[in-house]
């Protein structure tokens, strides 16, 4: 088994700077559930990351990481539409500490600022990320994959090391 690789310092900035993010799985029978992520944190040795969801919403995705432990997560800063892809084989599913539900005030008004250029309302994004702190759920993984995801010549390209 490999040691795993910590997470460029930039690429983790990047990561857990309240962007747009979705979270994806798969069952056992290959069939793919999406949901919306309300946050993020990375380890302090940048070798797993935490994408928070809403329970309720994310009763699939939590089922198919349940499953089979895999997950993918993209990461998208909506003004400049740069976007990365974590890919993980590990993923468990753990409680939200007090932390993350902490975050979720700032995470929706961080995220509707990013919006604003796009003059979406306010409103409109704090409902979009909206999650009860009891509805809250972690899930943890070490990224075993890294792709550049923006658009442009180099969308999907494997991204070596940890690099942004």
Same mark, same amino acid.
């Given at each position: ?47 797993? *990351?935490? =994408? ?5 919403? &994310? $009763?699939? /995705? ?6 089979? +432990?895999? @997950? #993918? ?19 468990? *599913?753990? =409680? ?5 539900? &902490? $975050?979720? /005030? ?6 509707? +600022?990013? @919006? #604003? ?19 809250? *759920? ?7 994959? &890294? ?11 494997? @991204? ?5």
């Amino acid at each position: 088994m490999h040691s795993p690789v910590p997470l460029e310092p930039a690429l983790a900035a990047f990561i857990t700077s309240r962007l747009s993010i979705q979270v994806a799985a798969s069952d056992g029978h290959g069939l793919a559930s999406l949901v919306r992520a309300v946050g993020c944190r990375v380890s302090a040795d940048r070798c797993r *990351v935490t =994408v928070l969801v809403s329970r309720s919403q &994310a $009763a699939p /995705v939590l089922a198919g990481v349940a499953a089979n +432990g895999m @997950l #993918a997560a993209v990461f998208n800063e909506p003004e400049s539409h740069r976007t990365v892809q974590l890919k993980g084989r590990d993923a468990c *599913v753990e =409680v939200a500490t007090a932390e993350d539900e &902490a $975050a979720l /005030v700032p995470y929706a008004a961080d995220f509707s +600022g990013r @919006l #604003a250029v796009f003059r979406v309302p306010e409103a409109y994004v704090r409902t979009l990320v909206s999650c009860a702190p009891g509805d809250l *759920v972690a899930i943890s993984f070490t990224p075993s994959e &890294a792709y550049g995801q923006t658009p442009g010549p180099r969308a999907g390209m494997r @991204l070596e090391g940890g690099q942004p």
